[in-house]
């Protein structure tokens, strides 16, 4: 079942603000399952409880994922054969010149060539819009993304258009779908947000309409780019922080003690804890905003569809047993025996230890002055 759900989620076209097909897909894939209720914020942000059980939560886990990836959105036919689109997120310029898109006209695919670029910003190292040379007519609003395949399994990884972060967001479908299955008792919420790839507006949005209960503590799943001291296939991350902020320690130290547990009783599951500095993530914006948050993620191939050794464009892809192991992450945070406390009950109870030992020490011993 993970296979066939993550496969669907990465098939899915979607681009910053124009993420209706994934929504859909969550839709439809709630409302097959019982324990699930799911509603959407103003702005369009997906909030899916699950809850089994008569256990209260009082501080229950709110899981998070971005549902875009950088893409195009059509604007217009400007001409035969002939098409103004807007980019949306992060790629470098160089990139875009007579590379080959797709856009998804009522769920089939309309291929297309890049044919020039308008620059944007004051140094113009971002592109603003394209026109693409196209075989029809594509309509106002269709996504457009890099044309490659749809996704594909090659040992222990999976390529795909974009795994940021629709990996992420697969993997608490898959949690979900775990959860209801097993039916043992479990609460939390799992949110879906839109327009990540241009600075968080959908986490942000969530944050000032309160669509995440205060009573939450936040994970924000992401994929992060490789980093020579986070290797993909050593297991999904426990992020400390990123490279603007470091995260909340108490909720940290909770996901990591519950890995730990995980790590004890199930041997195939492993993890890594590390300062993933590569970018900006949603938990910086949670954190700021005040929740106390955290991050996973899983490292990430070709970040941005952007093969840096080969300099072209190329699939996103991960590895498969960093994805199975951060949804059993997902579904031990959910049924989470410990409750969140907003505090570090391991390192209490080690300053504790170190305190009753030695304190006397410190009382009768003396130090010769300076």
Known sequence: MNRRILNDMLSIPTAPFAEHRAIDYIE?????????KLTRDRVGNVLVRVRIGKRVVKRPACITAHLDHPGFVADRMTAKNT?????????P?????????????????VHGVIQSITPRGKRQQRVDTVIVEVPRDVPSGAVGMWDFPDPIVRGTRIYARGCDDLAGAGAMLCAIDELVRSGKSCDAYLLFTRAEEVGFIGAIAACRLKTIPAKCFVVAMETSSERPFAKMGDGPILRVGDKASTFTHAATAHCHRIARELARDDKRFKYQRKLMDGGTCESSAYCTLGYEATGLCVALGNYHNVDAKRRKLAPEYIDLDDFDNVVKWFVELARAPHPYTGRDETLDEQISGLERKYRPLLRHSTVRPC
């Open 28 to 36: 439809r894939f709630c409302g097959k399952r019982k324990h699930l």
């Open 83 to 91: 098409l103004r689109a807007f980019w949306r997120g992060g790629v």
């Open 93 to 109: 310029l160089q990139y875009f010149l007579r590379s080959k898109v797709r856009f998804d006209v009522d769920g089939e695919w």
